[in-house]
């Protein structure tokens, strides 16, 4: 192996991971992290759920005590922020002035949530959710809230929309699409969706288009508290409470700077590498190509992506070679008492086959009769079972499922 320093920028799920991975594989050369956010790096799922319903300390959040890094000799550079990459000179300049010398880069940069540029988004009371000082600011003010508005019904919007309900907020849900997590699951799932939140209270504006914010007196200065999200239609939605959840844009910037491709996110090979052979880039802000799903290549925000792609990154960095196979991409989703999990992908023009209810759900998706992605409430089995089976190849096909073939645990048995 030639590599001896190998720097990763970004000390979240993915570059975490991959520090750990080398280290496991028994790659011998220095690894640096860094990472722009204070203190060890940290779980970012529990922040929509358990820690934003609970009373946990931040600490609770940490993927590995601060032993864990002096055992590995991985040295954590935070927080600390990377500025510029200089290709010519394999150096990475820092905010601090220092300059680090690398063999092998990593970009794991993660993605920044969008905002809402609108008339009196700088009013208090209006929170996005990303990091652990976020989900502690909107843990404090949930406290003290009595109503929400969630912009955006995806993920982290109705993970805290069922938070607040559960709180005994008034809770109401607003959306420009017409229908809950319209990017990720299908019209059938989404109504299941819509229908347990609806059962704790929440109420949905699909279709909304938002145009400001206002405060108890109808101004918008900023420092004043938020009262009401207002609506083109001249109606406003009151709420002393409002979580922004958007959806998220790469961060690309650095990679663009120095030359690199980006095109929502850093553009990577089937190797994780991007166009100069010492940088590669996993996790959120890598765009690459797939095998799943309807398009050629694609850029996945999840905790099953940073973690597969910075295992095999560990493999091909250590062996040259990784495991064959596109891993099967999976999400989950903990709502209330709702379990939302998916295996696969799936696309617009998918044909469906749904069985059970509300809360014990399942809507598997076909293209061109073949199973390509399951969406379950609850079935926990059944998600299971269908990333074996999606990921094998191995069924049910669309007649059979049309036929009553549901059964996937049984499905798996007898393949
Ligand atoms: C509230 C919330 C809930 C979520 N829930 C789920 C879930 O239930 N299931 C699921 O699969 N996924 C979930 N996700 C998504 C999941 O957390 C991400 O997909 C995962 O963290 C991606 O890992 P990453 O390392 O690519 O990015 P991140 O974990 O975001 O890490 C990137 C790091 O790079 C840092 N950085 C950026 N620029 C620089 C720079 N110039 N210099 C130094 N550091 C820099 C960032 O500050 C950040 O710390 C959730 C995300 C959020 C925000």
Same mark, same amino acid.
């Given at each position: 192996?030639?590599?001896?320093?190998?720097?990763?920028?970004?000390?979240?799920?993915?570059?975490?991971?991959?520090?750990?991975?080398?280290?496991?594989?028994?790659?011998?050369?220095?690894?640096? /992290?860094?990472?722009?956010?204070?203190?060890?790096?940290?779980?970012?799922?529990?922040?929509?759920?358990?820690?934003?319903?609970? &009373?946990?300390?931040?600490?609770?959040?940490?993927?590995?005590?601060?032993?864990?890094?002096?055992?590995?000799?991985?040295? /954590?550079?935070?927080?600390?922020?990377?500025?510029?990459?200089?290709?010519?000179?394999?150096?990475?300049?820092?905010?601090?002035?220092?300059?680090?010398?690398?063999?092998?880069?990593?970009?794991?940069?993660?993605?920044?949530?969008?905002?809402?540029?609108?008339?009196?988004?700088?009013?208090?009371?209006?929170?996005?959710?990303?990091?652990?000082?976020?989900?502690?600011?909107?843990?404090?003010?949930?406290?003290?809230?009595?109503?929400?508005?969630?912009?955006?019904?995806?993920?982290?919007?109705?993970?805290?929309?069922?938070?607040?309900?559960?709180?005994?907020?008034?809770?109401?849900?607003?959306?420009?699409?017409?229908?809950?997590?319209?990017?990720?699951?299908?019209?059938?799932?989404?109504?299941?969706?819509?229908?347990?939140?609806?059962?704790?209270?929440?109420?949905?504006?699909?279709?909304?288009?938002? &145009?400001?914010?206002?405060?108890?007196?109808?101004?918008?200065?900023?420092?004043?508290?938020?009262?009401?999200?207002?609506?083109?239609?001249? &109606?406003?939605?009151?709420?002393?409470?409002?979580?922004?959840?958007?959806?998220?844009?790469?961060?690309?910037?650095?990679?663009?700077?120095?030359?690199?491709?980006?095109?929502?996110?850093?553009?990577?090979?089937?190797?994780?590498?991007?166009?100069?052979?010492?940088?590669?880039?996993?996790?959120?802000?890598?765009?690459?190509?797939?095998?799943?799903?309807?398009?050629?290549?694609?850029? /996945?925000?999840?905790?099953?992506?940073?973690?597969?792609?910075?295992?095999?990154?560990?493999?091909?960095?250590? &062996?040259?070679?990784?495991?064959?196979?596109?891993?099967?991409?999976?999400?989950?989703?903990?709502?209330?008492?709702?379990?939302?999990?998916?295996?696969?992908?799936?696309?617009?023009?998918?044909?469906?086959?749904?069985?059970?209810?509300?809360?014990?759900?399942?809507?598997?998706?076909?293209?061109?009769?073949?199973?390509?992605?399951?969406?379950?409430?609850?079935?926990?089995?059944?998600?299971?079972?269908?990333?074996?089976?999606?990921?094998?190849?191995?069924?049910?096909?669309?007649?059979?499922?049309?036929?009553?073939?549901?059964?996937?645990?049984?499905?798996?048995?007898?393949?």
């Amino acid at each position: 192996m030639t590599l001896n320093r190998l720097v990763i920028l970004g000390a979240g799920h993915a570059g975490f991971a991959l520090a750990a991975a080398m280290r496991q594989a028994g790659y011998g050369g220095s690894v640096t /992290l860094v990472g722009d956010e204070p203190g060890l790096p940290y779980n970012r799922p529990p922040l929509s759920k358990a820690y934003l319903g609970g &009373t946990d300390h931040e600490e609770t959040l940490h993927f590995r005590p601060a032993r864990f890094f002096e055992e590995n000799r991985i040295t /954590l550079l935070a927080p600390e922020r990377a500025l510029r990459i200089d290709r010519e000179a394999f150096k990475v300049e820092l905010a601090s002035g220092r300059s680090l010398p690398y063999d092998n880069l990593v970009l794991a940069l993660g993605a920044r949530n969008r905002s809402l540029a609108i008339p009196g988004s700088e009013l208090t009371g209006i929170f996005s959710l990303r990091s652990a000082p976020d989900a502690a600011g909107l843990r404090a003010a949930l406290a003290g809230a009595r109503s929400a508005a969630v912009i955006g019904a995806g993920f982290v919007g109705l993970e805290f929309a069922a938070t607040a309900a559960a709180r005994g907020l008034a809770v109401t849900v607003l959306d420009a699409a017409p229908r809950a997590m319209s990017r990720v699951v299908s019209p059938e799932t989404a109504a299941a969706i819509q229908r347990c939140h609806e059962s704790l209270g929440t109420r949905f504006v699909f279709n909304a288009q938002i &145009t400001g914010f206002k405060a108890r007196d109808g101004t918008a200065s900023p420092g004043d508290r938020v009262n009401a999200v207002r609506l083109a239609d001249d &109606t406003a939605v009151q709420a002393d409470l409002v979580l922004v959840g958007i959806g998220a844009a790469p961060n690309g910037e650095l990679a663009e700077a120095c030359g690199l491709e980006v095109s929502n996110g850093i553009v990577v090979d089937n190797g994780y590498r991007t166009r100069d052979p010492a940088i590669s880039a996993i996790g959120d802000c890598a765009h690459g190509p797939t095998t799943h799903g309807h398009a050629r290549s694609h850029r /996945l925000e999840s905790v099953q992506n940073a973690n597969d792609s910075a295992r095999r990154l560990a493999q091909i960095l250590t &062996t040259g070679a990784c495991d064959a196979g596109d891993p099967i991409p999976w999400f989950w989703s903990d709502q209330g008492k709702m379990k939302l999990q998916i295996a696969g992908l799936g696309g617009p023009n998918d044909a469906t086959v749904t069985t059970g209810s509300n809360a014990d759900h399942m809507t598997m998706r076909f293209r061109g009769g073949r199973l390509i992605c399951v969406e379950t409430i609850n079935r926990a089995g059944d998600h299971m079972a269908a990333r074996r089976l999606i990921a094998s190849g191995i069924g049910p096909s669309l007649a059979e499922a049309q036929a009553g073939a549901c059964d996937l645990k049984a499905a798996l048995k007898a393949a």
